[in-house]
């Protein structure tokens, strides 16, 4: 456990160039969006607008990563893949690196948002129809829903570029990233063909939980101002199943490619 613990340290200095870059382009952004809000009055509101549109870009905080940190990898490909240590540990310590660096810069532009509906007189309204614990909450689940996407979008990735290193070493660069590009199709088209099944309905469709509750479960004041509601669609819903399916998938990605890891790639 301890050499799996210094092999995330390694990765996390390894990465620690792309997280700087990171942070500075967060605060360069908002500082940016600060600045020219101030000359209009509404200075700290427009940082943190700048900081939540931040937010939901964060799904592919972690494909980004990766791509930068295998990048880095392809230049010495022999000696990470000596390590003696499994092909899921080099994986996992790279995702926990990157989980690391992707919870430091969405922590910093939730911190920045949140200090904007504090203190910026243009938000006062807001606690009209919300309350703190009705932000946390939605917080809460909107946080949950970037983390998954951004670990599926991340595994994705992950499979796709050790498939194409696998095949580098048989058939040439070129040729390598065009079967990976027609993979990548034909698995898309497969899923896309699959979503509009019965038989993808059966397996997903279960487990259906409504926005509605969720909202109401955390409490929301849906009351404004003057008598008006906020309304919310009914229909709007999501499936548990859709979920697990999606992690089961991903789970096989990730063992399939710590295979090919450890017995396709040459070293």
């Known amino acids: ?13 390894l990465g620690l160039p792309a997280l700087l870059f990171t942070v500075i382009a967060l605060i360069f952004i908002v500082g940016l969006a600060g600045y020219f809000g101030a000359r209009h009055g509404h200075g700290i509101s427009a940082a943190a607008i700048a900081a939540l549109v931040l937010i939901p870009i964060h799904i592919f905080y ?30 996992l ?14 922590f910093l ?24 614990s009705n932000i946390f909450s939605t917080g809460i ?5 970037i983390y998954l996407f951004a670990l599926d979008f991340a595994i994705w990735f992950i499979f796709l570029w050790v498939f194409y290193r696998m095949l580098t070493r048989r058939i040439g660069g070129f040729l390598s990233f065009i079967i990976t590009l027609v993979l990548f199709g034909v698995l898309a088209y497969l899923d896309n063909l699959l979503s509009g099944t019965r038989f993808y309905e059966w397996l997903t469709h279960w487990g259906k939980v409504s926005l509605v509750d969720i909202l109401t479960g955390f409490n929301f004041n849906f009351s404004l101002n003057h008598g008006s509601h906020l309304s919310v669609d009914n229909t709007t819903v999501f499936y548990i199943g859709s979920y697990v399916f999606e992690a ?20």
């Open 1 to 13: 456990m301890s050499a799996w613990i210094s092999l995330v340290k390694k990765e996390f200095r």
């Open 62 to 91: 972690l494909l980004c990563y990766m791509f930068d940190s295998l990048q880095k990898e392809r230049k010495k490909l022999h000696l990470w893949l000596h390590n003696p240590l499994p092909g899921y540990s080099l994986l």
């Open 93 to 106: 310590a790279k995702l926990v690196s990157a989980l690391i660096a992707m919870s430091i810069t969405l």
């Open 109 to 132: 532009s939730c911190v920045i948002v949140l200090f904007g509906l504090k203190f910026s007189s243009d938000n006062k309204e807001i606690f009209h129809a919300f309350s703190w």
């Open 141 to 145: 689940f909107s946080v949950i829903n």
């Open 248 to 267: 089961i998938i991903v789970a096989i990605l990730f063992c399939i490619t710590s295979w090919i890891l450890d017995k396709k790639i040459e070293v």
